[in-house]
């Protein structure tokens, strides 16, 4: 992406390939992130500097955000994949990540894959009225293609999903060959290569990360967010913020509850509803410090 700083492409050993702009430079970190217990991540802005003869990084730029699991910094958008069939779609596992998402200040984005097999309608009406962008895909067949293409310009976007989605086909269709043959994996070859670490690749005028299992995870794995939080993660409830009868209300079981109203009335889905309360009361029971 034009004009950026230099930024971690990949992790890993103890290493981090650094792209500049002009070439990818393997350097090590410096002694002091131990001290302050930071560590650098793929999607870092990074300032570097020479010791003796090599290059290390010196400096972690000022970070939008940062996921601990995956280990990714700067993101722009979460795109959630999920099957109409085959796996059959956890509406909980989009809920949860497209939570962290907007909690984290990123974009979520779904991407309905197997748009083929199975209609898709149901998943588009619940989501788009959620207010989140809704791309329906047939990668094999080309189909909403161009659509991701168009979103991931200018942006880290992170793909995610449950195994079987079709995640990897989709990444596969959008990076080529990339995947294998990266100025990432050359420089490590391929006995030190490994699936299982976050890589960020040049996608569409954006960047891509990769990042293997990363799918069905609990809330409190990847993001505490405090219970009193929660209902602004969630932009369809979000809209019905303070017209409730009494103030901290929590839309779980209170009378005059201007959430429980829209619900019954269709303004927001039953599955939802549903995910905010059953993450509502996990977090009910975690406290900050459990972190």
Same mark, same amino acid.
């Given at each position: 992406?034009?004009?950026?700083?230099?930024?971690?492409?990949?992790?890993?050993?103890?290493?981090?390939?650094?792209?500049?702009?002009?070439?990818?430079?393997?350097?090590?970190?410096?002694?002091?992130?131990?001290?302050?217990?930071?560590?650098?991540?793929?999607?870092?802005?990074?300032?570097?500097?020479?010791?003796?003869?090599?290059?290390?990084?010196?400096?972690?730029?000022?970070?939008?955000?940062?996921?601990?699991?995956?280990?990714?910094?700067?993101?722009?958008?979460?795109?959630?994949?999920?099957?109409?069939?085959?796996?059959?779609?956890?509406?909980?596992?989009?809920?949860?990540?497209?939570?962290?998402?907007?909690?984290?200040?990123?974009?979520?984005?779904?991407?309905?894959?197997?748009?083929?097999?199975?209609?898709?309608?149901?998943?588009?009406?619940?989501?788009?009225?959620?207010?989140?962008?809704?791309?329906?895909?047939?990668?094999?067949?080309?189909?909403?293609?161009?659509?991701?293409?168009?979103?991931?310009?200018?942006?880290?976007?992170?793909?995610?999903?449950?195994?079987?989605?079709?995640?990897?086909?989709?990444?596969?269709?959008?990076?080529?060959? +990339? $995947?294998?043959?990266? %100025? *990432?994996? /050359?420089?490590? !070859? @391929?006995?030190?290569? =490994?699936?299982?670490?976050?890589?960020?690749?040049?996608?569409?005028?954006?960047?891509?990360?990769?990042?293997?299992?990363?799918?069905?995870?609990?809330?409190?794995?990847?993001?505490?967010?405090?219970?009193?939080?929660? +209902? $602004?993660?969630?932009? %369809? *409830?979000? /809209?019905?913020? !303070? @017209?409730?009868?009494? =103030?901290?209300?929590?839309?779980?079981?209170?009378?005059?509850?201007?959430?429980?109203?829209?619900?019954?009335?269709?303004?927001?889905?039953?599955?939802?509803?549903?995910?905010?309360?059953?993450?509502?009361?996990?977090?009910?029971?975690?406290?900050?410090?459990?972190?």
């Amino acid at each position: 992406m034009a004009g950026r700083e230099p930024y971690i492409v990949k992790g890993i050993g103890g290493f981090y390939y650094v792209d500049t702009g002009t070439e990818i430079l393997e350097c090590r970190a410096k002694g002091i992130f131990r001290k302050k217990k930071l560590t650098p991540v793929a999607g870092d802005r990074v300032r570097l500097e020479q010791e003796a003869g090599t290059w290390v990084v010196a400096e972690i730029l000022p970070r939008k955000n940062v996921f601990v699991r995956p280990p990714v910094a700067n993101v722009d958008q979460l795109l959630i994949v999920a099957s109409t069939v085959q796996p059959v779609p956890s509406t909980l596992v989009i809920d949860t990540l497209s939570a962290i998402a907007v909690d984290k200040g990123a974009r979520p984005v779904l991407v309905v894959t197997k748009g083929d097999l199975s209609a898709a309608a149901r998943l588009e009406s619940c989501y788009a009225h959620a207010g989140f962008p809704v791309v329906t895909v047939h990668a094999a067949a080309g189909q909403g293609l161009e659509q991701v293409r168009a979103m991931l310009a200018g942006r880290l976007s992170v793909f995610c999903g449950n195994s079987g989605v079709g995640k990897s086909t989709l990444l596969g269709a959008l990076l080529g060959e +990339q $995947l294998e043959t990266g %100025d *990432i994996s /050359r420089k490590l !070859g @391929r006995g030190r290569h =490994t699936t299982r670490e976050v890589q960020l690749y040049s996608c569409c005028g954006g960047l891509v990360a990769d990042t293997p299992g990363f799918a069905s995870l609990d809330m409190e794995r990847a993001c505490y967010i405090p219970k009193e939080d929660l +209902q $602004l993660a969630f932009p %369809d *409830i979000a /809209r019905y913020f !303070g @017209r409730c009868k009494f =103030t901290g209300c929590s839309h779980t079981a209170e009378k005059g509850c201007a959430v429980r109203q829209a619900l019954a009335e269709g303004e927001i889905s039953q599955s939802r509803y549903d995910s905010y309360v059953t993450l509502y009361n996990q977090m009910k029971e975690l406290k900050e410090w459990q972190m």
